[in-house]
């Protein structure tokens, strides 16, 4: 099946850890998003990645770090810096420069709690 | 600031009527326009997506789109309460090779058997 998951589901993190959230997808595609969500709350942007090796910072980068060394794989880091975390973190692929383009999908989310 | 607004709702339809959800956002060269189903606790779905001008029907959902009046709206025929779920918009803005969406706070509609 093609798909994007993200790992792990749940995540809890102490004060002042970096931890770092996996997001791997098959559809081929070539543009990748990390987005922030907290309650009652619409997607925050937090960086995003239109081809391999390279990525820019969205609306809230600050205390967040990315590579994407793989089309298929976008980790994000959340540092220290970060001074709250919590949140649901959602990644998101799309296709760049087709006809339906921008259509965003959604992996499943995973749920941040700082301790 | 470029921006999404939606009305918060909560919105709540009996069974069986229309939902209507409703969305202006900022840039008047905004490209592409789509609505997202979120059901709590769990990831956006994407359900419709409007390029142009006018209605595009899928099944029991609609999106309007005019441009001139910076506005999306969509509509949910026969409403279910399996339909019940916040509904979010997003909005390219800028276009061109910008592939970034922006995204309103959403409307949260609830059915009503």
């Known amino acids: 099946d093609g798909g994007i998951t993200q790992s792990p589901k749940y995540l809890f993190r102490k004060e002042g850890q970096n931890v770092t959230l996996s997001c791997e997808q098959n559809l081929n595609h070539d543009a990748m998003y990390w987005y922030r969500q907290d309650p009652g709350q619409g997607l925050r942007l937090i960086y995003y990645?239109?081809?391999?090796?390279?990525?820019q910072k969205g609306d809230i980068a600050e205390g967040y770090s990315v590579s994407r060394e793989k089309k298929e794989s976008f980790p994000l880091t959340v540092t220290s810096a970060q001074k709250n975390p919590t949140a649901f973190y959602l990644c998101?692929?799309?296709?760049?420069?087709?006809?339906?383009?921008?259509?965003?999908?959604f992996g499943p989310g995973t749920r941040l709690t700082v301790l | 600031q470029k921006e999404v607004e939606q009305n918060s709702g909560p919105l709540s339809v009996p069974e069986g009527a229309i939902a209507s959800l409703n969305c202006t956002y900022s840039d008047r060269g905004s490209q592409s326009f789509f609505w997202y189903r979120q059901y709590s606790g769990k990831s956006p779905e994407l359900i419709m997506s409007i390029y142009s001008n006018g209605d595009k029907e899928d099944g029991r959902f609609t999106a309007q789109l005019n441009k001139a009046s910076q506005y999306v709206s969509l509509l949910i025929r026969d409403s279910q309460p399996s339909d019940s779920a916040t509904y979010l918009c997003a909005v390219n803005m800028g276009g061109g090779s910008n592939y970034k969406l922006t995204f309103g706070k959403g409307t949260l509609l609830t059915v009503n058997p």
């Open positions: 990645s239109q081809i391999v090796n390279d990525f």
């Open positions: 998101a692929s799309s296709v760049v420069g087709s006809g339906r383009y921008n259509e965003q999908f």
